[in-house]
């Protein structure tokens, strides 16, 4: 089956530098890339996905950028801000369901 | 639309007892998951339900695990005998096949004693 590796597990930021999360997958059968984000004592949303036919795809202040050919993809965030410290996963799939979860990064935003 | 509904959200039991968690999809979506979350296995997933049609239970961790879906509207996930390595938050997420994103609900954290 699909295995993720995700890195760093923990990422301290001074507000306003950018955070970037690094993710490795093991099908290469893999089309599908979302990134959720879980707050303490929540549910995980999904903040941003990206398909294998893409190789970037950003979202104002956030960014995920696939490298098919190497199996990782990445999530950047610029700008940061407190509200961003959460714990962030990274996931890889094949088409419709079956998500594999990377083990995830806890990000600290420093004021 | 009130997004995944589950029950309870909390949960303290005794070893030995059985446990039924539930979960209400969100309308119109016809793909639903139970996972697992815990500190030292992260998100797992358990079941897939398609079309309330149980996909893929590979994940199920053993016989005491059962999960059921008898309509578009309501699945259970049964754990029977509990045990305290059973103690995680278990989250149900559905989403509409096709469009991937799924949605998950507040979780049921559940405390085996």
């Known amino acids: 089956g699909e295995n993720v590796e995700q890195h760093p597990s923990t990422l301290s930021v001074q507000e306003g530098d950018s955070a970037v999360i690094k993710c490795t997958y093991s099908?290469?059968?893999?089309?599908?890339f979302p990134w959720y984000k879980q707050e303490l004592g929540k549910r995980p949303q999904l903040i941003i996905d990206?398909?294998?036919?893409?190789g970037e795809k950003k979202d104002q202040r956030i960014a995920v950028t696939l490298n098919k050919t190497a199996k990782h993809f990445s999530l950047h965030i610029t700008e940061t801000q407190p509200e961003d410290s959460a714990v962030y996963f990274c996931?890889?799939?094949?088409?419709?369901?079956?998500?594999?979860f990377g083990a995830g990064t806890t990000v600290t935003v420093r004021a | 639309d009130a997004g995944v509904i589950q029950s309870p959200r909390h949960e303290v039991t005794e070893m030995g007892q059985e446990v039924t968690l539930r979960c209400k999809p969100i309308?119109?979506?016809?793909?639903l998951f139970w996972y697992r979350q815990t500190m030292m296995r992260g998100l797992e997933l358990l079941i897939y339900?398609?079309?309330?049609?149980?996909?893929?239970d590979s994940g199920m961790p053993e016989d005491r695990f059962s999960a059921k879906m008898p309509n578009a509207s309501f699945s259970t996930l049964k754990i029977q005998p509990s045990e305290p390595r059973d103690s995680a938050v278990y989250f149900c997420?559905?989403?509409?096949?096709?469009?991937?994103?799924?949605?998950f609900g507040p979780g049921t954290r559940l405390t085996v004693l």
């Open positions: 997420a559905s989403s509409l096949a096709g469009y991937n994103e799924q949605f």
């Open positions: 099908d290469s059968a893999s089309n599908y």
């Open positions: 990206i398909r294998s036919n893409v």
């Open positions: 996931a890889a799939g094949l088409n419709d369901y079956k998500l594999s």
């Open positions: 309308s119109g979506h016809n793909s």
């Open positions: 339900f398609n079309n309330n049609v149980p996909i893929d």
